[in-house]
T-cell receptor, first 113, second 115 residues
Framework: NAGVTQTPKFRVLKTGQSMTLLCAQD?????MYWYRQDPGMGLRLIHY???????AKGEVPDGYNVSRLKKQNFLLGLESAAPSQTSVYFC????????????FGDGTRLSIL | QQQVKQSPQSLIVQKGGISIINCAYE??????FPWYQQFPGKGPALLIA?????SEKKEGRFTISFNKSAKQFSLHIMDSQPGDSATYFC??????????????FGQGTILTVHP
């Protein structure tokens, strides 16, 4: 039972490069989320999705795009990476409804040089 | 715009002691207050949660105290153990509208329990 799986686990990019982070969940959850975690800032929501084919902006969406073509996958894209996007990225998923906990993956550590 | 403020940033406790982490929020539309525990190299995991119609919730050594009028809530870890050493995040969830289901996290507290 894998839960939420994030790939890759680590990546180093040069400024201006692009990449896609993949999140896959096997719990049939409707909701999926992308966060970034920075020291002293907690977790900040980048984008989220309440169902297949739908996405919405979170607290810090600039510089990122997302897609949810399949219910189990949620992709986070960086079109032109910037050093300010150096962070640890977490994906989470949850059932629809009140009091449903979010289940997190183990993160992707991304460095932009 | 930080809507949930968490303190302290770091906390050192001796084994067997009580660890207390505090959070304060501003948005009265929040309706669910979870605490997450995160170990190094891992994602956060739900530890315990409370709704605002309850003033206290206890699960084993972990207790949430909630003060709705003061818009504050806290996590108490009784008989703290070295295995409790982790980063703890409080969070609050928006009640409805287009923000339904979204969590706002506090800044995190790094807890170290010395043996």
């Amino acid at each position: 039972n894998a839960g939420v799986t994030q790939t890759p686990k680590f990546r180093v990019l040069k400024t201006g490069q692009s990449m896609t982070l993949l999140c896959a969940q096997d719990m049939n959850h409707e909701y999926m989320y992308w966060y970034r975690q920075d020291p002293g800032m907690g977790l900040r929501l980048i984008h989220y999705s309440v169902g297949e084919g739908t996405t919405a902006k979170g607290e810090v969406p600039d510089g990122y795009n997302v897609s949810r073509l399949k219910k189990q996958n949620f992709l986070l894209g960086l079109e032109s990476a910037a050093p300010s996007q150096t962070s640890v990225y977490f994906c989470a998923s949850s059932w629809r409804g009140s009091n449903q906990p979010q289940h997190f993956g183990d993160g992707t550590r991304l460095s932009i040089l | 715009q930080q809507q949930v403020k968490q303190s302290p940033q770091s906390l050192i406790v001796q084994k067997g002691g009580i660890s207390i982490i505090n959070c304060a929020y501003e948005n009265t539309a929040f309706d669910y207050f979870p605490w997450y525990q995160q170990f190094p190299g891992k994602g956060p995991a739900l530890l315990i949660a409370i709704r605002p119609d309850v003033s206290e919730k206890k699960e084993g050594r972990f207790t949430i105290s909630f003060n709705k009028s003061a818009k504050q809530f806290s996590l108490h870890i009784m008989d703290s153990q070295p295995g409790d050493s982790a980063t703890y995040f409080c969070a609050a969830r928006n009640a409805g509208g287009t923000s339904y289901g979204k969590l706002t996290f506090g800044q995190g507290t790094i807890l170290t329990v010395h043996p």
